[in-house]
């Protein structure tokens, strides 16, 4: 299993279809984006952002259902893409608050089946670790690009330090 970062949620153009965006926080730092729905777009955003609506969402419901039961969220894993469709689990311990930042390796008393864009939505709100498996990051991760910003400047810094040192003598034939 390699474990993951949560980058963000985006919007991919031109179809203007949300995306979650995953990262290897060391290493290769190779990216893992999954298509996902709206509503799970803005749940993930929500959490992530601390926002708390006035009555509880359905991932909210779900975390409060897990404390009820005193069930932890040990890990998500993505573990497979079949046709263009990705697939994850919960990893889940009996006896624990939600809550409690289990260790990720800790054994799963259930693994449950769900999609990642549920998994990741229940992960940031009970503070549980992404992993996904290592087959999958080696077929679907992809290197990450270099920034075009970091680069744009780059140009521009040499630019200067050109501009700053050249000489009317530097054109003479």
Do not use: K, W
């Not at 984006?33 to 009555?55: D, K, S």
């Not at 469709?85 to 930042?101: I, R, S």
């Amino acid at each position: 299993m390699v474990p993951l970062e949560l980058v963000g949620v985006r919007v991919e153009v031109p179809a203007n279809t949300p995306m979650v965006l995953l990262r290897e926080p060391s290493g290769r730092q190779r990216l893992l984006p999954i298509l996902i729905g709206t509503a799970e777009a803005t749940a993930i955003h929500a959490a992530v952002e601390g926002l708390e609506p006035p009555r509880p969402l359905t991932h909210d419901l779900m975390a409060t259902l897990l404390d009820e039961f005193g069930v932890g969220l040990a890990r998500i894993v993505i573990t497979e893409v079949r046709d263009h469709t990705f697939y994850a689990e919960l990893h889940l311990v009996e006896g624990t608050d939600p809550l409690d930042n289990l260790p990720a390796d800790v054994d799963a008393d259930h693994v449950v089946s769900c999609r990642p864009s549920d998994a990741i939505a229940l992960a940031v709100r009970c503070g549980a670790t992404i992993f996904a498996a290592e087959d999958l990051i080696d077929e679907c991760g992809q290197e990450p690009e270099a920034d075009p910003t970091e680069e744009a400047e780059e140009i521009i810094d040499e630019f200067r330090d050109f501009i700053e040192n050249v000489s009317p003598e530097d054109f003479a034939p």
